[in-house]
């Protein structure tokens, strides 16, 4: 096809779930309205697409998206089971810094569960539905944009030496954003603050081991079948049976060094011992698990501060390079696959068009700041809550130096049910009727 033949051409930074959801939602919208088509070049900066990662859990708000656009049948076809309405079980949490055997304190039921769906698998499936003529750039790592040029263009340098161009660049480069770095330099003084991510104060501790291995040794041990949450002062674990694997991530937080300067390594393998010595006075039941990972993967979590705007002219921040946020809601993921749904809706419309498309892509900052930087807090505040040190529920401190009671915890455990309540409430499809509405209003202030 000439380029004359697309409508425009949307160059993606980054090749995650951010930025492959976008180019998959773009092909199924774009057929499905019979509509002009649009150009896709995605740039990923590594030699492929990833092929690691572990589980990733996806709610009842972005699995509608997926839903909609016909992904159920390929998901239960790689053999993941799809949440149904109804109640179901999330994980026990349960309180484990002791040295002799914890107590759970909190069933958390949910209105609808979590599709867990094996991270590498959901990219390949992504990857299956991008159209035929979109191009995969890999080993191509963006070093900065500028909009010097004519018109709307924008020109992308690559750290090689490379360039491109095209009218429309996402930047879904996630938390280390080279996209975000630009747009925020661009901006000028003032803006320099949201350049870098910082650093939340936590350190994940990620690892897996076959659930037989445990099976065997203890054969009734509580994390074979139920995903649990083991909290405690400022550390909590969660492990997590995902097929024949327990996965495992233990979390360690010092809250004196949220948002100062990390001169660590950000993603680096870590001896089982280290992490052993990290939880010696924890229950004895959690010892098992953490000692069952052979290695672990230590990851220095940062988050992107709220951002101001997520727009400039004809560039726009999704994903983790807009909002990267602390796991303890498993919805940064899912964030992503919102704005892809927003955003590759808004591209596709009959309306949008290369001369409007600063407006257009207000809309989607419109609908998806407020909300992506909820879901952070809210995460955040989680992960203050399983590690005992929410305001609310201010264990073994100062002003609290006994250990919490039974019905503390509980109170606790509701606040933490309440703060889920979210993930299935409202529905995608009354975004899309904001958007749809606000892009009336472009068409006709243009008619
Ligand atoms: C421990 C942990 C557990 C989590 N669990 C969950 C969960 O259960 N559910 C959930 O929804 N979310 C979860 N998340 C969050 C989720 O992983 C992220 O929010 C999600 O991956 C963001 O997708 P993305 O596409 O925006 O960014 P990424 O997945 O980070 O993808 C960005 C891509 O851009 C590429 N890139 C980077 N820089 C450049 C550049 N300069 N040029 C070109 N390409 C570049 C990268 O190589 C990468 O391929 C978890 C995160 C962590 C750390």
Redesign the pocket.
Known sequence: MSEREYKFRVAI???????LALAAFINSFTQERHGDRIAIDI????PEV?TIGA????WKRSWRVLQDLGFEEEIVKRGFKVPKDGESRGPIFRKSDQPTEGFDFHDHMMPYGPLGLHRPTFLDILRSKLPADCNIHTS???EKYTTSGKGSEVHLVFTDGSVATADILVG???????TRASLFALMGEGYQQYIQPTFSGTI?Y?GSFPKAKLAEAFPNHRALEHPKLWCGKNMHVVSHPLGPSIGM?CYCSEPDVEGKPFYGTLITDVATEDVVKRFANWEPDLRPLIEGVETYNA?A?HVVNPLPCYVSGSVVL????AH?MT?HQ???????IEDAHILARLLSHPVTRKENITGVLKIFEDLRLAPTQGAAERSRTNGMMYEFNHPDFLFNDPCHPDEPSREELEALGDAVGLSFGWLADGNVEEDWAEAEAKLKNIAESEA
Not at 43 to 46: D, N, V
């Open positions: 930074a980054g090749c995650g779930i951010g930025g740039y990923e900066a590594k990833s589980g990733v859990a996806i191509k790592r963006l879904a480069d996630g938390i280390h954003s080279a994940a990620r991530i990851w979590i999704i994903g983790d390079a990267a796991p498993g919805v940064g993921g899912g964030q992503a």
